[in-house]
């Protein structure tokens, strides 16, 4: 199982009064396989940390499903765009598998930012790496083919890659399961 805090000291250097006062501030909670952790049209209002477990970031329009991204073991994650702002999101949280996370409010946050510099330079780097990693799924969607995109989706989640039923791993690559079917056997 993840530990939250171990990753918050090997993510950024953070003092141990602050991680003191992080632990406090943190639930740790259960989400059955099917469970919602965040629906589309709610407003974000935590950050996710993955103790164990499997969650999949999606939206939907006109009954098609877009999936968007997975998130498993010792993953820190947000639906960031509602979460910053405060707004309501686009994107539903799932969990497809039974999960634990750890969850830090966006109230927490901010004032934990506030007091510590420490913290600012945490969340800012985690801002970063999530815009990062979402310009890099754009393109992948933009640029490469449905095989490439597999290719890529199996050499940087291997771990991960098994747990994903065929039907989500299509949606993710934007292409229907038959497709993807072939492109598994030409692998």
């Excluded at 997975?70 to 497809?96: C, G, M, R, W």
């Excluded at 409010?105 to 945490?122: G, I, N």
Aim: glycine share 2%; charged share 25%.
């Amino acid at each position: 199982m993840a530990d939250f805090l171990q990753f918050c000291k090997q993510f950024s250097p953070l003092e141990d009064a602050v991680l003191w006062e992080l632990a406090q501030q943190t639930v740790t909670k259960l989400y059955s396989k099917g469970a919602f952790l965040l629906h589309s049209g709610e407003t974000c209002k935590y950050l996710y940390f993955v103790n164990e477990g499997l969650i999949k970031s999606y939206s939907e329009k006109d009954d098609k499903e877009f999936i968007m991204r997975f998130f498993s073991e010792n993953l820190l994650f947000s639906v960031f765009d509602s979460y910053i702002n405060q707004t309501p999101s686009k994107f539903n949280l799932v969990a497809l598998e039974d999960t634990k996370v750890t969850l830090v409010r966006y109230e927490t946050m901010a004032a934990l930012c506030k007091q510590h510099h420490a913290m600012e330079t945490f969340y800012r780097k985690l801002v970063s790496i999530a815009a990062t990693k979402m310009m890099k799924r754009i393109s992948e969607m933009l640029e490469e083919n449905a095989a490439d995109r597999y290719r890529l989706f199996v050499e940087e989640h291997n771990a991960i890659h098994q747990r994903i039923s065929l039907g989500d791993m299509a949606k993710y690559l934007g292409i229907t399961q038959q497709s993807l079917s072939r492109i598994r056997t030409i692998r």
